[in-house]
Every structure is written in C-alpha cells, then in structure tokens.
T-cell receptor, first 120, second 114 residues
C-alpha cells in the first residue's frame, strides 16, 4: 500500500517551454502533498506544500509564478515549471501524506520515483 | 529550531563488513518522528523506518538495525554484513507533531565494494 506515482520520469525540453509533472497517490487519498527539488549530491529541498482544494504554501525563495502547483483532488497534484530555463534542470520529487490509511502510520511521507528535468 | 546532522558525507566499506550511519537531531518538540530513507542511484526514495519520540526501543529488520537514544539525540542506523546492493545515499529526517514537513539531513553516501 501507499504507492505514489510520478509522471513523467524523465523530460527534456527546450528553454522557454513549460513542463507539467504529475504526482498521484494510487491506493490512498493524500490530504497533503509535498514537492521537493534535489540538486546533484545534495539533500532534498522542500519547494511547497499543497493541500487538496487550497493554494499551495511555498517555501521562501521559491517563485510561485515559476512553479505552479495544483492539488485538484485527493489523489493528484501537479507541478508546472513555467518558461523553463537551464537553471531549472533538476530532480523533482513529490511525496504524499495522509492520516486516513487504515494502518495509520502517522507523519510518514510516501515518495514518488522522481522526475528528472533537463532544460536545453 | 529543528535540525538533522549526518556528519558522515561518504562511507566506503568492503562487502560483508558492518557499517553504522550516524544521525544526530535537534528539536524542542516533545513529540516528534524520526525517519530513515534510502536513495539508490535510480533516485527513488525508499522508506526504511519511522520511529516516534516515545518509543526508544531499538529495532531490527533483517540486516538493518536502528539505535534510538534520546539522551544523545541520536538515531543511528547499522547495516550488518553489508552487500553491494546496499550502496546508496541514506537520509535521516525529522518531523514534528504539528505539521508533516520533514527536516532532512545532508545524507550519507554509502559505497559497498565487492
């Protein structure tokens, strides 16, 4: 249980285009989803927290107009990188949290497999 | 403020050796959770363990074991009889009880040589 999928797993795009990344909780309803960015050989950096039906909360220094997050349902959140530039190239990871699992595991985030974005 | 320190940037051992990854945390919360995640070269984070602050019992799962000591604010992870497949980056993380955000350590890269 508690499987999170992320699509696409890898994307290469031209500078100036927008890229959408989907994060889905497959077998549970995620009340909260998180988006992280990870640079090579570094730890995860939280970009934003999104709750279903409400606006995402962005971390300091993360441009909300650049990284659009939509959490339209309890199983889907999307991150759109608008007008992507080479410096946006990174590994983007989503995670999902719920307090509704039958075997409630309290405060555990379940992670998607990540999306490697390369902007040329 | 909450903080997680993984002082070991990289560890390299020969297969079958035991290895311990250190994790030291700081928090003022009385209720908190500690985690270990494994990140193999593929990039996908694999959940290994969650421990809450009221449960100081050590845990063993196969070749993996965890030593939680509140007195030293440490949550160390030991792999016994390491294998090449254990090669990965391991992250220790902390979250409080009031929100679900994770505070991450810098990660320890573990290299197991055949």
């Amino acid at each position: 249980g508690a499987v999170v999928s992320q699509h696409p797993s890898r994307v290469i795009c031209k500078s100036g285009t927008s890229v959408k990344i989907e994060c889905r909780s497959l077998d549970f309803q995620a009340t909260t989803m998180f988006w992280y960015r990870q640079f090579p050989k570094q730890s995860l950096m939280l970009m934003a927290t999104s709750n279903e039906g409400s606006k995402a909360t962005y971390e300091q220094g993360v441009e909300k107009d650049k990284f659009l997050i939509n959490h339209a349902s309890l199983t889907l959140s999307t991150l759109t990188v608008t007008s992507a530039h080479p410096e946006d190239s990174s590994f983007y990871i989503c995670s999902a949290h719920t307090s509704r699992l039958a075997d409630y595991s309290g405060n555990t985030q379940y992670f998607g497999p990540g999306t490697r974005l390369t902007v040329l | 403020a909450q903080k997680v320190t993984q002082a070991q940037t990289e560890i390299s051992v020969v297969e079958k050796e035991d290895v311990t990854l250190d994790c030291v945390y700081e928090t003022r919360d009385t209720t908190y959770y500690l985690f270990w995640y494994k990140q193999p070269p593929s990039g996908e984070l694999v959940f290994l363990i969650r421990r809450n602050s009221f449960d100081e019992q050590n845990e063993i799962s196969g070749r993996y074991s965890w030593n939680f000591q509140k007195s030293t604010s440490s949550f160390n992870f030991t792999i016994t009889a390491s294998q090449v497949v254990d090669s990965a980056v391991y992250f220790c993380a902390l979250s409080g009880d009031s929100n679900y955000q994770l505070i991450w350590g810098a990660g320890t890269k573990l290299i197991i040589k055949p």
